[in-house]
């Protein structure tokens, strides 16, 4: 749909905790189209390094491929730095945020101020299934399913979800998707005095 742009993300985790962030996946909209995307490992935070076997058989990351990967204060920069002002949109954008505030807050970072618009309240709104899962609403939308649920892949499927109910709309703005976000994490910049 023209006009609707945001960046969608998804957060792998190595263990319950929601700060051992391991792995991130960001896809661009622009105007109605994917127009880039990256992903990238992440060494979990001090502290937080165990994996459990329960997260590594979900999204296939495990200890050893972190090893050397960038840590979160890296990773966060590379985030921010990718999706600039956008709007997030996460297809559980509760946890997504929670996982990037987490992470933060277990390292001293400060954030931003980033609104994060969910998916799956906007499929649970737009369509009448028994079932919400990610694939039952691709599957409704006649979308390929996720197989290899990596952050990469989670992404990649809010993004043309969240397309395909903007076209089915014929909505072209986040503002008009949804009334407002589901949760904004971060500070606001400070205005400035006029001198």
Excluded at 30 to 52: V, Y
Excluded at 53 to 58: G, N, P, R, V
Aim: hydrophobic share 45%; net charge negative; aromatic share 6%.
């Amino acid at each position: 749909m023209p006009g609707i742009s945001f960046t969608a993300v998804d957060f792998a985790t190595a263990n319950r905790d929601r700060a051992s962030v391991c792995g991130v996946g960001l896809v661009k909209v622009r105007n109605g189209r994917i127009e880039d995307r990256a992903s990238w490992l992440i060494k979990p935070p001090p502290g937080l390094e165990h994996f459990d076997s329960l997260h590594t058989d979900f999204h296939g990351i495990s200890a050893g491929d972190v090893s050397a990967a960038a840590d979160w204060e890296m990773s966060v920069e590379g985030i921010l730095h990718f999706t600039g002002e956008d709007h997030m949109v996460a297809y559980n954008a509760t946890y997504n945020a929670d996982v990037m505030l987490k992470a933060s807050d277990r390292l001293r970072l400060d954030l931003p101020a980033k609104d994060f618009y969910c998916a799956l309240w906007l499929a649970q709104h737009e369509l009448d299934l028994p079932k919400h899962s990610v694939n039952d609403v691709l599957a409704a939308l006649k979308l390929p399913p996720v197989e290899h649920p990596d952050p990469i892949t989670n992404a990649l499927a809010c993004a043309k979800l969240v397309l395909a109910i903007a076209r089915m709309r014929r909505i072209g703005s986040v503002a008009d998707l949804w009334d407002a976000p589901a949760v904004t994490i971060g500070h606001k910049p400070q205005g400035r005095r006029r001198k």
